[in-house]
């Protein structure tokens, strides 16, 4: 299997890559290299920086931010401490969906690029990114690989979703990916005999880091589990997890077939890369990139160590602004330092949304990113909830917006029937609302088709009475 030597891709190709695209990610890298040892008073010295600049965008570029600026008084000049952020109102995605227009920069540097959010909150949106997010996420995600001894340029494996039609390959990527040693397995077509091939290729590849949505490895895991085997694979040093949840006995069983110690990674589409796990078993914020507040329901700040709504700035995210944005991910802060000495941000406790896996009728199991990359890209649609009665029947609830036409009804019927098979029966039923589980929990996608065995137990969540939030330990080293 083709790979090129790690100092080619990492130190020449992924680089020049890098700059044809105008993305300053090594040079973003170099920069957080050094940050990351400043003092948490450094730190926040340097958010309080970035955020005037962030302010400064919002009041030259984007009207919306404008406005409400000028309602709480609030200027980038003025700005004297983190804390006058509070003094702005939060935003959500409502407010982001219904502003599109005046909250963009168009002449953003480098250019402003159109993208839905994952829609697993139920919600998509569609929004803009540009040049310097774009960086912030890869040079993040190379910082926190080097915390685990992974280089930039090293061989990696992705479990990831195709955004593309299941039968096309997108060759101009996959050429680009192999030449920076990235190889991707899609995560939307994990049949028996595919995750079979999936396990050989990892095998092949040798990679140093695993990287994939948390129950996609999990039922990988579950799958190598079953077919009695234990993939050999001696250079790797870091088993990523990423998308959703990772529960403890997910990663219990990830850790002890790929043996491999298992790190959390937190983000979203619209924020970015936010939070990653370290060898010593804690979760830092991007603090260099990101200010995170944790507010109760009044938006007020919990206190130290208790639970809270995490409210968001991205302080990359000049193309389009988020600030004091509402993710709907509860977080719990850290109430110690890193015992590594950086002075970046100490997450506790990540509480994020689960979704169940889809089934086509011939058993191949797909991610639910597989049914929401269709929900997410149709225009008008507020809010959804996918739930698969069986592998032929699929009902949407669908709340929509002021952009609803009965299009949209075509296009989701024709793009669920793309991924889940032509005889699927697809009803969607417009409401005014999508009330939470019984238990009080929102879940986006439902199915009601087991998988079976070892696999249902992989990929569900932690057993009856133990809480979905309930820190995870390190697997074994």
């Known amino acids: 299997m083709l790979k090129l030597p790690a100092f080619l891709a990492g130190k020449v190709i992924y680089p020049l890559q890098e700059r044809a695209f105008q993305r300053p990610t090594f040079g973003y890298l170099a920069e957080l290299e050094k940050s990351q040892w400043l003092s948490r008073a450094g730190v926040e010295a340097l958010q309080l920086e970035k955020l005037r600049h962030l302010l400064q965008v919002a009041q030259e570029h984007c009207p919306w931010h404008r406005r409400r600026m000028e309602a709480a008084g609030l200027s980038a000049e003025g700005l004297s401490s983190l804390a006058d952020l509070a003094r702005l109102p939060r935003m959500d995605k409502r407010d982001a969906a219904a502003n599109r227009e005046s909250l963009v920069w168009s002449e953003v540097p480098g250019g402003a690029f159109q993208y839905n959010t994952g829609g697993s909150s139920g919600q998509p949106l569609i929004f803009r990114f540009g040049r310097a997010r774009q960086a912030s996420d890869a040079a993040g995600r190379m910082r926190a690989r080097r915390w685990w001894g992974v280089e930039v340029g090293e061989p990696e494996v992705y479990l990831w979703g195709a955004p593309v039609e299941l039968n096309k390959t997108d060759w101009v990527k996959t050429v680009r990916d192999r030449l920076i040693n990235q190889l991707v397995l899609n995560a939307f077509a994990m049949s028996p005999a595919r995750m079979d091939a999936y396990l050989d290729a990892v095998e092949a590849f040798q990679p140093r880091c695993i990287y994939g949505y948390a129950s996609s490895l999990a039922l990988l895991a579950a799958h190598a589990r079953e077919r009695g085997r234990r993939p050999r694979l001696p250079r790797l040093k870091v088993v990523c997890a990423t998308g959703e949840p990772l529960y403890p006995h997910q990663r219990e069983l990830i850790g002890e077939v790929f043996a491999a110690p298992v790190a959390n990674e937190f983000g979203s589409r619209d924020i970015g890369f936010t939070a990653h796990e370290t060898p010593e078993g804690q979760v830092l914020l991007m603090s260099e990139s990101i200010v995170l507040e944790v507010l109760d329901e009044a938006g007020d700040p919990v206190a130290p160590g208790e639970m809270g709504e995490a409210v968001m700035t991205g302080l990359c995210s000049e193309a389009q602004p988020f600030i004091r944005y509402r993710t709907g991910d509860m977080v719990r802060m850290g109430t110690e330092a890193d015992r590594a000495g950086r002075g970046l941000h100490v997450i506790a406790e990540v509480v994020g949304r689960s979704t169940d896996f889809l089934v086509r ?33 699929v009902e949407v609830l669908a709340v929509p917006n002021a952009r609803w036409s009965d299009q949209a009804v075509l296009a989701i019927k024709a793009g669920l029937r793309q991924r889940l098979g032509e005889s699927v029966r697809i009803g969607v039923k417009l409401v005014e609302s999508i009330p939470p589980e019984a238990s009080g929990k929102h879940r986006y996608v439902v199915s009601h088709v087991r998988l079976g065995g070892e696999l249902d137990r992989a990929v569900g969540g932690p057993p009856a009475g133990r809480s979905t939030a309930e820190p995870s330990p390190n697997a074994p080293r």
């Open 361 to 393: 009728e011939d058993g191949t199991i797909m991610h639910a990113l597989a049914g929401i990359y269709v929900l997410r890209a149709t225009e008008g649609l507020a809010e959804f909830k996918l739930i698969q009665h069986g592998t032929r029947e």
